[in-house]
């Protein structure tokens, strides 16, 4: 396994849509392994695989305490979604940024699981936030884009110019109460 490089906002490659998989494979059990280890590494609850610079509709996810829940979504398709959920949400191509974004609350969708199998599932919560999440990263949207154009720029410039001074804001993102998506 191996630990990946998570791309950053404003990386131009976060909005490349991502191609479905035709064929599930050992070499896509292995990005699947590796995308584990990243997320698990970074700290973080999701991962999808635009974010590592793979352009697949490859998405995983573990929502427990323990890290011992993994979830694996290939070809995640949202069928149907109800309510609104509000809450802060991170992200790990977005380090140590916090907002409240609107999202359906209950979800139900199918994916294929690391074997090829077909599934659907009814998620609520945050399981369903975290999927809705990590869906709009292979379509090329992160969290930022629900916010206003003003508060997104000065995301960008805040991030930009710790890139450039070299500033690592891990610890900011450990600290907050909400997992990082």
Known sequence: MAILDILHFPDPRLRQRAAEV???DDQLRQLVDDM???MYQAPGIGLAATQVDVHKRVIVVDISKDQDEPR???NPEILAGDG????DEGCLSVPGVYERVQRAEHIRLRALNSAGEVFELEADGLLAVCVQHEIDHLDGKLFV?????LK????????????????DDTAAAE???????
Do not use: W
Request: hydrophobic content about 35%; aromatic content about 8%; charged content about 40%.
């Open 22 to 24: 035709d064929q599930v």
């Open 36 to 38: 584990f280890e990243t």
């Open 72 to 74: 694996v979504f290939i």
């Open 84 to 87: 609104v959920e509000e809450m």
């Open 145 to 149: 884009d629900y916010l206003s154009q």
């Open 152 to 167: 997104r720029q000065r995301i960008r410039k805040k991030l930009e110019k710790q890139r450039r001074l070299g500033i």
């Open 175 to 181: 600290k907050h109460a909400e997992p990082v998506i």
